[in-house]
């Protein structure tokens, strides 16, 4: 794995790593595990936006196909 440095604050920095401590990781598993929870809340974020965006006709269509799908696996 290649390293690289990057520049962040003292104050950004000890809190980044009192966290990564506190959870006995290293700073950059805590790095990551703080970018992953942030790609999953962008990708939660885009599906409520197209769930609001889904027309009536859509979600009807959606319902029956899975009462359908339900009835398959309970038949």
Known sequence: M???TIKVSTDLRDRLKSHATAEQLT????LEKLLEREE???RF?????????TSE???KSYREET???????NG
């Open 2 to 4: 290649t390293m690289t």
């Open 27 to 30: 700073m950059n598993s805590y």
């Open 40 to 42: 999953r809340a962008h």
């Open 45 to 53: 974020a885009v599906l409520r936006e197209q769930m609001a965006n």
């Open 57 to 59: 006709e859509d979600w």
């Open 67 to 73: 009462q359908w799908w339900d009835t398959l696996e």
